[in-house]
């Protein structure tokens, strides 16, 4: 009997040619036999490469195509590609294709196709047998409390997955961790195949899949700015570790809370450095806030108001852009079907509410903590996580904070918050947005301090300077000293009202 494995890109044209003569083969002689194998465009050349490592073979092109001595044993006999399969067919069997290159193009696009649905298949099988395994970091907060019922539900991750929660806290937290396992286990929920605790570090992220780091429940207090930067240093490091040692290759890190959010990103990338392109930050809370304070003003619901970007530092000095903000089902003398919306800078004629309330009343809210909490926290990161996994919706643009690769003129090494888009389980920065300019002015305001936290944190810096403009500077023995003490919040200087105009002007005009 003889076997033929034939290999190919799945969108290769002469695979498809090759698969077809390889078929009539099969159904015609009873003794021939065929194993098809296809991979996805963006892994074939490195599977072909280890394949005839392997095998010892030297073959460059798809399809690759080779004969296994089933009669004999041993190691496979190389045929060749599709023009040495071809002359194979033609010399032992007289038979020859005419296929068009046509065809051949048509075939080849739907072997791309069946073959990413194939795979999407057997991903959704190894969920049903190896669930999803989630761990949540500084689970006693109540942020992991309202998150839970969230990733349960099948919103999150879908309806046909099911996870497996991990709740990774220290000892003295225990207590609690054994009531959120309790209540959770009341819920029922079908998806949750199972819900332990993890207090040793040295098991933390075993096998994990995603990764949720929630704000530090600590009430320590810390003397100095400075201090409290340098203090995230040590569990970033630590979480860095044990992610690059214990957790899946593929894991998806993401970072929320309300304190040091960009920093803790940019920390966790430098000492998870083989999984940085998957670690993000949560900006959906912030955005949230943002939203909900327009539709206030508007007298409408925070849901029909959309594309509005955080720009910056999502725990500190950012920047709220309404030049893409729209508003949709919005009740005026205008009206239009579902998808009819209009910019919301166009309803808003108060433009010193622009210029200085809003943007004081964003400031005081980020700088406070005030009204981001335990529900909204979870609700943000779980938003994320639903898009990530399933894709933003269609023309949508999402605030996210990654790591600057100099787009927008942001300095490169920072992670900083800006419009994204998810699809296909991966994000894209929206760098084609036009009029999205930002000001060199607002752009330092943002970017300073980020700059700073990161060097301080590292050492490199000893004293952090909040970011101060000329008009700062000249008023700056007016204003009252800084706080001696730090918990939990951010250092966050609001701004005069002079430089708030400066920072959002160019939205109106």
Known sequence: MAKFV???????????????????????????????????PHVWEEWLKDLCEKNKWSH??????????LDRGGEGLLLGGYNEFLEYAQLYYGVTSSMTTELMKIIAQENLETHIEKKLEEETKKDLIHPLQVWITSA???????????????????????????LFDNKQAEENLHVIVAETQDLVAPLLRNISICTRVEDAFLQAHVIIILDENTDQEVYTLEDYIRSRLPLCRLYGYLIEKNAHDSVRVIVGGKTFVNLKTVLLMRYAPNVAHNIIAVALGVEGQARAALARKLRTTSSCIKNVIVWGNISGNNYIDLRKAKVYRYESAIWGPPNYSRPVLSLIFDSDWVNRQYVETLKKLTATGKQFGAILSAHSIATTLKYWYHGSPPGEIVSLGVLSEGQFGIPEGI?????????????????????????????????????????????????????????????????TSLPTTYNNQENQRVSDDSEDKSVEEQQIN
């Open 415 to 479: 992670v900083f918050s800006m419009p994204v888009k998810f699809e296909n389980g991966t994000w894209v920065v929206l760098t084609d947005l036009k009029d999205t300019e930002i000001s060199e002015q607002i752009m330092t305001r943002m970017t300073s301090d980020l700059i700073q936290e990161k060097l301080v944190a590292l050492g490199d810096l000893i004293s952090f300077q909040p970011y101060q403009s000329e008009t700062d500077i000249a008023k700056s023995d007016e204003k």
């Open 6 to 40: 034939l290999a190919g890109r799945a969108d290769c044209p002469y695979y498809a040619k090759a698969e077809l003569l390889a078929d009539y083969l099969q159904k015609n002689l009873p003794d021939f036999r065929v194993h098809k194998i296809t991979q996805h």
């Open 60 to 69: 460059k092109k798809s399809p690759i195509i080779w004969r296994e001595l």
């Open 140 to 166: 006693s907060v109540p942020a992991c409390y309202n998150l839970i019922p969230i990733l349960t539900s099948g919103e999150v991750f879908g309806m046909h997955t099911e996870i497996s929660l991990n």
